[in-house]
Each structure stands twice: as structure tokens, then as C-alpha cells.
């Protein structure tokens, strides 16, 4: 039978109210270790509360959201980048479940892999996250697994590995999807990607308007590489530019690419970074959700940036959900603003330089 260690009683804490609620669970939870890996955690403080629970000066850091990254690197913690397998394995992963399933299926067989048999895995989450749901997923995965503390509508779980052994390969986890717009060449996606494994409706009004552009272009919020593959099945000669913020989704449009003998430039970046341009024309489904919440900067920044990375007369195509105000946003910063499609919920508007 699986046993655990002796649980320490709570340590004393900062302020809890200045705390995230997973630093706060952790802060109050977590016993001292000699080392770790934060995975896709999502608050910098989520850092500070392991660090002061282990010998070792600094945590590895695996996280798949580029601005996340950045921020553990400026700390000064050392990066791993998934699906690479630490060297020396660290005793216990701090880790955020995700909002997809599928995603999280594919991290546990990856931690299953080579996670030592002692070593364990503290789950923090957001009961919107769904959390409440994560112990049955891991028992049915083999895994053993205890709540440890719940504060501020977030739980904390424990969990061991399972007993027997796993490999874990990449290849098991890609999902294809043949685009007839792209003269039925292949999508590649990994779990976590937007619109895994299918065409998402949205990009479905934009493919057929993708035929008159001009490059060099500019796939911004790239995801798997859709509109990147039908703007270069259409104009084989244009450069593709792709960015995105998830790792997964860079992998995935790497993937795209080679798998079609291509060969993109990917960025993987929190927004337009140090791109420089000059793009003849930018393609995008722009993202507004970051996690649970809905956030409009990087598309404030996207429209307004876009007149200094389009060569004049520079093009402007997006589709989007019909009830954000894109016409208002756009008319503050580009030219001959126009609704191309308005089709089951969906705006395709074009603007120029």
C-alpha cells in the first residue's frame, strides 16, 4: 500500500491576503524539499512560496504561456522546455491544472514517465478551473492522490506517481485534420492548442477570403498553423511570420510546417515583441481569453502597432466574435474599415495602411 510522508503542521505565512491563493495553500502546505519543477504555474508568487519550502536555491520552471516563461526567467530559475525530460529529476512538481483535459492527460503521462516513484506532485487550481474533478482524473490514471487544503474557492491535491513504469513519446498525442482550402494538406495539433483536432468555426468564414492577399504576411495568435497553411498552399512563394504565446501551439505549427515541407518563421512571444516588419499583410483570429479571464490589451496593441509593421497599403484581415467593437478599434488606427462577413456570430473585418 502507497503511504506518505508525515504532514507537517502549517508553517507560518505572510499575509494571505496579498497572496495568490495558490502561493497562500502552498505557503501554508507545502513541507520543506530539496528540489523542484513549476509547471504552467501561473502566479510569480507561486515561486517565492516553494523556494522558501526547499534547500536548493532555485526551482526548475516549465511553463507553456511565453509571458509566464519570461517572468520565471527574470527570477533567475532555470528553464526547462517541454517535452525534454529533466536530468536530475526533481522530488516533487508544482503544478496548475489546466482548463484541457486533454492537455492535462497528455502532462500527467509525461510526469508519469520519469517522476521518481518517491517523488509528488502538488496540483494546485481554481474551482472554475475544475479542480473538483482533477482527483478522479488522476486515480484513473494511476496515480494516488489526497486533498491536502482548500482556500478562496482553490484546492490543493497531493499525488504520487503510478507504480508501474511509463514511457511517454510526443507522437501519440498528434491530432490531423486535412483542410480542403489548403488543398487538403495536413493540420497539425497537440492537446491545449486551440481548436485541437478540428477546423474551428470561426476560421471557417476567413479561409475562403485568404485567396486575394499579398505577402510577406504575418500570422498573429498562429495557434496549429490554419491560416498559415492555407495562405501558403494559396501563394506558395509568400514568407510566413507566425506568433504565438503557448508553446504547444508553436510546436504545433512547426509540426504543420514540416510536415508540408514548409518552412516559417515562429515567434513564440507574449504579443508582437521586437517584430519589425515590413508585412504586406496580417492574418489573424485573435485571442481574448488568457485562462479563465477575458483580456483586450494584446488586441488593443495588435491594432495599433499594425500600422507600423504593414508596408503602405498594407492589409489588415481578421475574424472575430460579432459583439467586440472592432470597427471602433480599428477606425482609431488604420483606414478603409470594412465587414467582409458578419455569419453566425462572426465578423470578418478587413482594414488598411
Not at 489573424?284 to 483580456?295: E, M, S
Amino acid at each position: 500500500m502507497r503511504t506518505w510522508p508525515v504532514q507537517r503542521d502549517p508553517a507560518p505565512m505572510p499575509d494571505s491576503s496579498r497572496l495568490s491563493s495558490a502561493a497562500d495553500l502552498l505557503h501554508r502546505w507545502l513541507p520543506v524539499g530539496s528540489s523542484s519543477l513549476l509547471l504552467n504555474t501561473r502566479e510569480p508568487d507561486v515561486a517565492a512560496a516553494v523556494q522558501a519550502r526547499q534547500a536548493e536555491p532555485a526551482p526548475l520552471h516549465c511553463h507553456f504561456a511565453a509571458e509566464a516563461s519570461a517572468v520565471h526567467d527574470q527570477l533567475g530559475l532555470p528553464a526547462l522546455t517541454f517535452p525534454q525530460v529533466p536530468a536530475q529529476p526533481p522530488e516533487r512538481v508544482i503544478w496548475a491544472w489546466p482548463k484541457a483535459k486533454a492537455e492535462a492527460d497528455m502532462l500527467l503521462a509525461w510526469l508519469a514517465a520519469w517522476l521518481p516513484a518517491s517523488g509528488e506532485l502538488w496540483l494546485s487550481g481554481d474551482n472554475r478551473a475544475g479542480i473538483r474533478s482533477a482527483p478522479r482524473f488522476l486515480t484513473q490514471r494511476g496515480w494516488t492522490v489526497r486533498k491536502v487544503g482548500s482556500a478562496r474557492h482553490a484546492a490543493l491535491l497531493r499525488a504520487q506517481p503510478p507504480t508501474e513504469a511509463h514511457s511517454f513519446s510526443l507522437d501519440t498525442y498528434w491530432q490531423t485534420v486535412s483542410v480542403p482550402e489548403a488543398e487538403n494538406r495536413l493540420l497539425c495539433s497537440l492537446p491545449g492548442v486551440f481548436s485541437h483536432g478540428r477546423i474551428d468555426r470561426g476560421s471557417q468564414y476567413l479561409l475562403p477570403l485568404l485567396a486575394d492577399l499579398q505577402g510577406p504576411v504575418l500570422d498573429f495568435g498562429c495557434g496549429a498553423g490554419l491560416l498559415s497553411l492555407v495562405v501558403q498552399a494559396l501563394h506558395p512563394e509568400a514568407a510566413i511570420t507566425a506568433v504565438d504565446n503557448h508553446w504547444l501551439a508553436i510546436l504545433s505549427s512547426r509540426e504543420t510546417a514540416r510536415r508540408n515541407g514548409w518552412q516559417w518563421d515562429l515567434h513564440w512571444q507574449d504579443g508582437l515583441g521586437d517584430l519589425q516588419g515590413p508585412f504586406a499583410t496580417l492574418v489573424t483570429n485573435p485571442p481574448f481569453h488568457t485562462g479563465l479571464d477575458v483580456q483586450y490589451d494584446t488586441t488593443h496593441d495588435l491594432i495599433a502597432r499594425s500600422r507600423h509593421l504593414l508596408q503602405p497599403g498594407g492589409r489588415w484581415l481578421a475574424v472575430v466574435n460579432d459583439h467586440l467593437p472592432y470597427r471602433d478599434w480599428l477606425l482609431q488606427h488604420l483606414g478603409a474599415v470594412e465587414c467582409l462577413r458578419h455569419e453566425g456570430g462572426f465578423r470578418v473585418w478587413s482594414a488598411t495602411v
